[in-house]
């Protein structure tokens, strides 16, 4: 006899759900409880799937809801479940996959879906032979049903699909779901399509034996007339370039004028879809080849797309011009991410390396944020912006004329989009843009004083992308008129132009750096004034700047009146903000940055700042021990708050040194660190081994007793898996050897092989291939008995790694212990002495000791080999280097 439910029970729960979809608050939370103690009775899940399928009587959201709310239980007991109990849902939800109501029908799928990614498909051995007997029916309710759980299935467990322990389903379905493409339905034509997509990126073998046909069936559709279908052809299409060029190619002029009109689409789905094409193609090495021929009618098709909507501006409150004086709703501050501390090198031709070269701030997701959903306009910046680097100045002929009319329309949305595209292109056809830019930069700087807001904002992203080549002019023609209309912006009344104008800013402050000590009190006074204006979510994009400032100008920024400018009103932060508060990540880092600039200026307000940086970091230290200890009463914490606290503490012992001493002796710092460098977290222990090598800088008096235990952690820690933590440990074990001189012999072969290791991989990133090669070097130094020997290792790579960086106390450290190695073992080099005289003429102006070094390694060497050899052998240099090596060093 099947299930039945009881009328007094089937009452209780249809008053709950009708309860549930209540506004208010207290309500809801009586219903949860409520919901709560009702899984304690086994059957009350029968209750919810039958009025699900079978109590037609009631409304569908009514309906609907019980379903969600089981699915819910799903997810959460349904290990608990009696099988009596499984077996009727799965029964229920495959006898009335076609119910009438489309939602119904999908609340069923989601259903199915989410038992299927708890259980396993190996525990529904009928649900796929059924789902696809049902693909067949002549009912269009029962065949879209089960379509719409077929595609939600293969977007949640499309690994499952392909496997053996069911027998690969896929082998069959993929055949199956193709027949479907030429169905009368859009609706089945669409899931169709979709469900063959999840299956693309991944190269499923069974997609990939009928790629050709799949391909063929995408064209039959390409003209369909449902938006939906159009949308999934032009997703399968962006995906097939990336992973199936090859067999694109035979068509691809084809569907690159297929993809033009669809970038064109009256449906903004299909449009956006299509103009992903664009950026998928540009990262193809075929691109250039291909898209030439048609480069002149996807110009203008992207340049239209970058204008404004009438939907985007009324989103946006374009017509709002003054909205300083509104607080911000808290749900549009999006979270922000703390970026840990990581050691770098200078290089010589000025560039700082970017730690992992991620280079995603390309502003195209931020430039509006209240519509930070993607959008036709982003995507087609973007794509602009790619495309700008593949064919460089090709495109401006194209552009220019474009531009012209744009730029100077008297309508604003389509002057804007001109200002856009400007930006876009920055990047791509700098080299052709640079004669236009004494007449365009100009012209923008006034542009920032438009009366519409939107165009002011998009002036200060597009400033911000010319800022390096403002940076390189005469200072009053650009960088000072730019700077001065920029900081009237900071303090605008539009508080999107306020964001963008403190974004901008803060780029320019990275390109100028110290040109801009000499304005150092007006943009101090501007931004301390922004303080007193700014809204929650614009403070924080203004600490931003303030960091970025004491960066770049760096001891600059020491002076009294700038610091009693400057300290109060980021200090009243301090105060007021809680330690639970995620606005002190952002404030934190501004301080880490602030303090590292100041140095013996930070002195007044260091200690509390000390004290409570500790007291974070023991504070999620114990939540983390409790949350382990009883999961089932306290919540993990949040562990970025240790690590903005760690790297704060990282730059105070940075700018104050020796003065922090006394802090680090009166606190329990060094055994709280003993715990954060041994964190599952990969972030906490990169800002560990950060703080221990400033630290051990500062006052390695308090470090040294702990050594033995920090030493084999370290050496566990030099991972290149991990890039940022193994760089930051490597540095940390060069600044202990420095401290601990030949008392590091214990400890050298604990860490020299992983060492020799990472300076020899391929591929291995430049900070880090640095930082190694600078910690051999001085292990070196301290004990060359134990380094020397294996010299021929890694000279070559030693010497290929460091001869960029700009002259440093940490490269002449690095390079008298290689000059010590190779007079323990000269064998060590000879193979690659060549590399040696390289990084030797890579300093500018060594000190006159070291350069002795220098001298005495290379006489010898000539002396050992003779005038005659030595010829030969310095024949093979190249100019330049002959030429530095016998001015300097008279060989």
Wanted: include cysteine; aromatic fraction near 8%.
């Amino acid at each position: 006899m099947a299930w039945q439910p009881e009328e007094n029970g089937l009452r209780q729960i249809l008053q709950l759900l009708r309860e549930s979809q209540s506004p208010d608050t207290a309500t809801q939370r009586i219903v949860q409880q409520k919901l709560e103690e009702l899984n304690k009775y086994p059957d009350f899940n029968n209750y919810l799937i039958f009025v699900l399928t079978k109590l037609t009587s009631e409304d569908e959201p009514t309906r609907s809801l019980s379903g969600l709310i089981l699915k819910n239980n799903v997810r959460a007991h349904y290990e608990k479940f009696p099988e009596e109990v499984t077996n009727f849902i799965k029964s229920e939800c495959l006898n009335s996959i076609g119910d009438t109501s489309p939602l119904i029908r999908a609340t069923i799928g989601i259903l199915i879906t989410t038992v299927v990614a708890k259980a396993g498909l190996h525990n529904w051995q009928e649900l796929l032979p059924r789902l696809c007997q049902y693909l067949d029916s002549e009912d269009y309710n029962v065949c879209e049903g089960a379509f719409g759980a077929m595609q939600k299935i293969c977007e949640d467990s499309a690994e499952a699909l392909d496997s053996d322990v069911v027998n690969r389903p896929l082998n069959i379905l993929i055949p199956k779901f193709l027949q479907f493409f030429k169905h009368n339905s859009p609706k089945i034509r669409s899931h169709s399509i979709a469900c063959v997509n999840q299956f693309i990126m991944c190269k499923t073998q069974a997609l990939m034996m009928h790629i050709d046909a799949f391909i063929q069936n995408l064209f039959y559709l390409a003209e369909d007339t449902d938006p939906e279908v159009r949308k999934n052809v032009c997703r399968a299409l962006v995906m097939l370039v990336e992973v199936r060029m090859d067999r694109l190619i035979p068509q691809i002029n084809n569907i690159i004028q297929y993809m033009l009109l669809r970038t064109q689409d009256a449906d903004d789905g299909v449009s956006l879809e299509a103009c992903e094409f664009w950026l998928s193609l540009a990262e193809q090495p075929i691109c250039k080849e291909v898209l030439t021929s048609h480069i002149e009618r996807l110009v203008p098709i992207l340049v239209k797309g970058m204008k404004y909507s009438e939907i985007d501006i009324i989103l946006l409150k374009g017509d709002i011009e003054e909205d300083d004086m509104i607080p911000d709703k808290e749900s549009d501050i999006k979270p922000r991410f703390h970026k840990s501390k990581t050691h770098s090198q200078k290089h010589q031709d000025g560039e700082d390396v970017n730690n992992d070269g991620d280079c995603s701030d390309d502003g195209y997701d931020d430039d509006d944020d209240s519509l930070s959903d993607w959008n036709l306009r982003k995507c087609s910046a973007a794509a602009l912006d790619v495309l700008a680097n593949v064919f460089r100045d090709d495109l401006l002929p194209i552009l220019l004329p474009i531009l012209k009319e744009t730029l100077f329309h008297s309508d604003w949305e389509i002057k804007e989009s001109g200002i856009l595209v400007l930006g876009a292109i920055a990047e791509g056809c700098m080299n052709g843009m640079i004669p236009h830019l004494p007449e365009l930069i100009p012209y923008l700087i006034s542009c920032l004083s438009d009366k519409k807001a939107l165009v002011r904002s998009i002036t200060c992203w597009t400033l911000s992308r010319y800022a390096h080549w403002v940076v390189g002019q005469p200072h009053l023609l650009y960088l000072k008129p730019l700077m001065t209309e920029l900081l009237k912006r900071v303090l605008d009344g539009n508080k999107r132009v306020q964001e963008a104008a403190c974004s901008a800013f803060a780029t320019l402050e990275e390109e100028a750096c110290t040109e801009l000590v000499p304005y150092l009190s007006f943009i101090l006074e501007t931004l301390v004034y922004a303080f007193s204006k700014y809204q929650h979510k614009n403070l924080l994009i203004l600490y931003d700047a303030i960091g970025t400032l004491a960066d770049s100008v760096g001891h600059h920024l020491n002076k009294p009146e700038y610091v009693n400018m400057l300290m109060p009103p980021l200090i009243q932060k301090w105060n007021v903000l809680k330690d639970e508060d995620k606005d002190l990540f952002p404030l934190l880092e501004c301080l880490s940055s602030v303090a590292t600039a100041l140095q013996n200026g930070f002195l007044p307000y260091c200690e509390p700042v000390y004290q409570r940086c500790v007291s974070l970091v023991e504070q999620t230290l114990h939540q983390n021990f409790a949350s382990l200890t009883h999961p089932d009463q306290f919540d993990p914490p949040d562990k970025d708050f240790m690590i903005v606290a760690l790297d704060l503490l990282s730059g105070l012992a940075e700018g104050l040194e020796q003065h922090i001493e006394g802090l680090v002796a009166n606190s329990n710092i060094l055994k709280l660190l003993f715990q954060c460098m041994q964190d599952p977290m990969p972030e906490v222990r990169q800002s560990s081994f950060a703080l221990l090598g400033d630290l051990t800088k500062a006052c390695f008096q308090h470090v040294k007793p702990c050594i033995g235990d920090f030493m084999p952690i370290l050496g566990a820690n030099l991972n290149p898996e991990f890039i940022s933590v193994c760089n930051n440990a490597t540095w940390a074990i060069g600044e202990i050897a420095m401290q601990m001189g030949a008392d590091m012999r214990p400890y050298v072969n604990l860490v020299l092989s992983p060492l020799i290791d990472i300076i020899n991989r391929s591929n291995t990133p430049k900070t880090l291939l640095e930082n190694t090669a600078i910690t051999i070097g001085r292990l070196g130094l301290v004990c060359p008995q134990e380094v020397a020997p294996m010299l021929q290792q890694f000279i070559r790579q030693w010497c290929t790694s460091l001869r960029n960086i700009r002259d440093n106390e940490e490269k002449d450290s690095a390079f008298r212990g290689v000059c010590n190695m190779i007079s323990v073992n000269p064998g060590g080099v000879v193979h690659d002495f060549i590399f040696f005289c390289d990084a030797v003429a890579s300093w500018m102006h060594p000190k006159e000791d070291l350069k002795e070094m220098f001298q005495r390694i290379l006489h010898g060497f000539k002396a050992q080999v003779g005038d005659e050899s030595w010829q030969k052998f310095s024949d093979q240099f190249p100019q330049p280097l002959r030429e530095r090596l016998a001015v300097h060093y008279g060989v």
